[in-house]
C-alpha cells in the first residue's frame, strides 16, 4: 500500500499521535494501537509465537488473559507454563525454548508488584523477551522499559483512558519488535478507532495529577479498611505490612497505585451484599477512571479460573477489588463503612 493516510486500519493521524504519546512516555521507540487492551495482548501472542512455540507467564494475570494462555492459544499449537509470580527458579527453568516470559507490573486483581528487574534478569539469561502489562501502574508511574522489559502493552481502557468512555489498546518497544504485531493488528483488523484515540489523548492530558489524587486516596481508603473489623485483609502495596512495599517504593516511586484488593469476611453472597449496599461505589469491571468502581473478582473479571486456579492466584470467595477515583477520601470511606456495618443490623 502507498505512503500516506489512505486507508484507516493502516493509519490515521490521530491514533499516530497516540502511539507517538505513549510511546515517548514509555521511552519506546514506537508503539501501535489497538481496538482494546486483549486485541493489544494477543496480537503479542500472535506475532511472537507459532504453532508448537510455548510462553512463559505470571499466574497474577486478569482473567481474560489467563484464558486466552490457557485455553485459546493452545487450540493453534500455542502452549503456556504459569507461575506464581515469586517463583524464579521455576520461570527460569520453563524458558528454556520458550518464546517469550509475560506478567503484570502491578497483578490483577490482588495487586502484587512484580520484580520486573529480576524477571528481565531470568528473560535475558534465556534470551527471551520479558513483556509486561503495566494497565494498572501507566507510565506515570511505572515505565518497565526502564527495568529490562522488551515490550509493554495497557489497556488505554483503564488509567490512560481515565474516564471510563473508551476502549482501546497499545504496544510499545523496539520497532522491529513491534512491526511483526503491527502486521497481525493490520491482517486482523483490531484497529482503534480515530475517536476513541482522541478520547486517549484528553485522557493522558490529566494523567498525572489523576494518578497522583488516586493513589493518595487509595492509601486513605486503604488504611481505614485495614482497621475494620469486617475486612479480613487489605491488599494495597502501599501499605506498610503489604508484601510488596519495597517493590512500590522501588518501582513506583513509593506510590501504592490507585487499585486494591479487599478480602470480605464471609462469602460471595455476602460480598454481594456488600456491594449493594455502597451508596457512592458503583459496581462495574473498569478500573483506573474518574469514579471509584468495586467487583466481585470471582464472579466478575476472573469467571474464567476455576476454584483451584482462584485459590492459587489467591482470590477468596470474598475478594473485591476497588478501583479509586476522584472523589473526596473522606467521603469514600464513610460510603465504604456504612456498607460493612449496614450488614451487622
Same mark, same amino acid.
Given at each position: 500500500m502507498g505512503a500516506g493516510y489512505v486507508y484507516a486500519r493502516w493509519a490515521n493521524p490521530t491514533v499516530d499521535a497516540l502511539e507517538a504519546a505513549i510511546a515517548?512516555?514509555?521511552? @519506546?521507540? /514506537?508503539?501501535?494501537?489497538?481496538a482494546s487492551g486483549m486485541a493489544a495482548i494477543s496480537a503479542i501472542f500472535l506475532a511472537h509465537c507459532s504453532a508448537g512455540d &510455548? /510462553? /512463559?507467564?505470571? =499466574?497474577?494475570?486478569?482473567?481474560?488473559?489467563?484464558?486466552?494462555?490457557l485455553k485459546r492459544?493452545? +487450540?493453534?499449537?500455542?502452549?503456556?507454563s504459569t507461575f506464581d509470580l515469586l517463583d524464579y527458579e521455576g520461570m527460569a527453568d520453563a524458558l528454556g525454548g520458550a518464546r517469550l516470559l509475560y506478567c503484570e507490573t502491578i497483578g490483577n486483581p490482588r495487586v502484587q508488584v512484580a520484580d520486573l528487574p529480576r524477571l528481565a534478569e531470568i528473560a535475558a539469561t534465556a534470551g527471551v523477551p520479558l513483556v509486561v502489562d503495566n494497565t494498572f501502574a501507566s507510565p506515570?508511574?511505572?515505565?518497565?522499559l526502564e527495568h529490562g522489559a522488551s515490550l509493554v502493552v495497557?489497556?488505554?481502557? $483503564?488509567?490512560?483512558?481515565?474516564?471510563?468512555d473508551l476502549l482501546g489498546g497499545i504496544v510499545c518497544g523496539d520497532a522491529a519488535l513491534i512491526e511483526p504485531i503491527r502486521a497481525v493488528g493490520r491482517d486482523l483488523g483490531a484497529t482503534l478507532a480515530?475517536?476513541?484515540?482522541?478520547?486517549?489523548?484528553?485522557?493522558?492530558?490529566?494523567?498525572?495529577?489523576?494518578?497522583? +489524587?488516586?493513589?493518595a486516596t487509595a492509601g486513605a481508603v486503604a488504611e481505614a479498611l485495614q482497621a475494620h473489623p469486617r475486612v479480613e485483609r487489605v491488599h494495597y502495596p502501599g501499605l506498610e505490612s503489604d508484601p510488596s512495599r519495597a517493590l512500590a517504593d522501588a518501582?513506583?516511586?513509593?506510590?501504592?497505585?490507585?487499585?486494591?484488593?479487599?478480602?470480605?469476611?464471609? #462469602? +460471595? @453472597?455476602? @460480598? $454481594?451484599?456488600?456491594?449493594? &449496599?455502597?451508596?457512592?461505589?458503583? =459496581? !462495574?469491571?473498569?478500573?483506573?477512571?474518574?469514579?471509584?468502581?468495586? /467487583?466481585? !473478582?470471582?464472579?466478575?473479571?476472573?469467571?474464567?479460573?476455576?476454584? !483451584?486456579q482462584l485459590?492459587?492466584?489467591?482470590? #477468596?470467595?470474598?475478594?473485591?477489588?476497588?478501583?479509586?477515583?476522584?472523589?473526596?477520601?473522606d467521603d469514600l470511606i464513610a460510603d465504604l463503612s456504612h456498607a460493612l456495618e449496614a450488614g451487622n443490623a
Open positions: 515517548d512516555l514509555e521511552g @519506546a521507540e /514506537v508503539a501501535e494501537a489497538f &510455548r /510462553v /512463559v507467564a505470571a =499466574r497474577q494475570l486478569y482473567g481474560n488473559t489467563h484464558s486466552l494462555l492459544l493452545p +487450540r493453534y499449537g500455542i502452549e503456556a506515570y508511574l511505572c515505565r518497565p495497557h489497556s488505554v481502557t $483503564k488509567l490512560i483512558g481515565g474516564h471510563h480515530p475517536f476513541n484515540a482522541w478520547l486517549s489523548l484528553r485522557g493522558l492530558a490529566t494523567l498525572g495529577v489523576r494518578a497522583e +489524587r488516586s493513589c518501582l513506583l516511586g513509593g506510590r501504592g497505585g490507585t487499585i486494591m484488593g479487599v478480602d470480605l469476611a464471609g #462469602s +460471595r @453472597a455476602g @460480598a $454481594k451484599e456488600f456491594q449493594d &449496599r455502597l451508596r457512592l461505589i458503583e =459496581r !462495574a469491571a473498569s478500573v483506573g477512571g474518574t469514579h471509584s468502581l468495586i /467487583v466481585h !473478582a470471582a464472579s466478575v473479571t476472573h469467571t474464567q479460573l476455576s476454584p !483451584a485459590l492459587d492466584a489467591g482470590i #477468596s470467595e470474598g475478594f473485591c477489588r476497588l478501583s479509586i477515583g476522584l472523589e473526596d477520601p
